[in-house]
């Protein structure tokens, strides 16, 4: 996904979906106002999540944090444009000075082409980009398999490997551009721990070094200690706490947060 600003506002009927501008640069990448997502199921009304808000600086690497069936998921997938908020205001812009102008994402489900091998479909995401020249698409392409630990599988097709092994590709195609925004829903969660810790440094690296704004959902206090500047808290469909790291995990407020 392209680099824009998306600007939507909704309530319940969205009128419309646009692509203003883009913005300054001290805007935050992501912007959720009183974020809002029902669903009518047998005529009755039911609520994914319920007035969201909260924003993802520049440069910074938030975790959304909670349990299973919270609205994590959906909300992710709402701000990465997949689904339509049914109330609220919604702005992502990966814009950023010296930052390329990418979205990059990773999903639980892997969408590989099956007909592709491992070097192709990585291949294919990074030719997309504008900004990389097609003599450095095999380069970049070998390294960042090499840095996901898939260089030897690279002739392989997607049903010939397993399935953490097939989310591992999938997080390469998300970082291979290096992205100015990275969004991610458990990218970790099918991976060994080794191998996990070698993703989750490979993320924060493309922080400090490249700058990319990251929001990652999980479930693991773990990497929330490992990684994350600040977290967000969902609980029953809502934020419930907002902290740094230190502060979350040396005094938080929530009871989620405290259970062991």
Known sequence: ?????????????????????????????????????????????????????FQVQAREFVCLLGPSGCGKTTLLRTIAGLEMPSQGELIVDSSTPDVNPEIGMV???????????????????????????NQEIPQIVNEFLRKVGLEEFSQYYPHQLSGGMKQRVMIAMAMACEPGLLIADEPTTALDVTVQAEILTLMKSLQTQKGTAILLITHDLGIVAEVADRVAVMYAGRIVEMASRERLLHNPAHPYTTSP
């Open 107 to 133: 999903f639980q489900e892997q969408g590989l082409f099956p007909w592709m091998t491992v070097y192709n479909n990585l291949a294919f995401i990074v030719e997309s980009n504008p900004n990389i020249d």
């Open 1 to 53: 996904m392209h680099g824009l600003v998306v600007s939507i506002k909704c309530n319940f009927d969205p009128d419309y979906f646009k692509c203003p501008t883009m913005s300054s640069p001290s805007h935050p990448q992501i912007d959720c106002k009183q974020l809002s997502k029902r669903f009518i199921t047998k005529g009755e009304v039911l609520s994914v999540y319920e007035n969201i808000s």
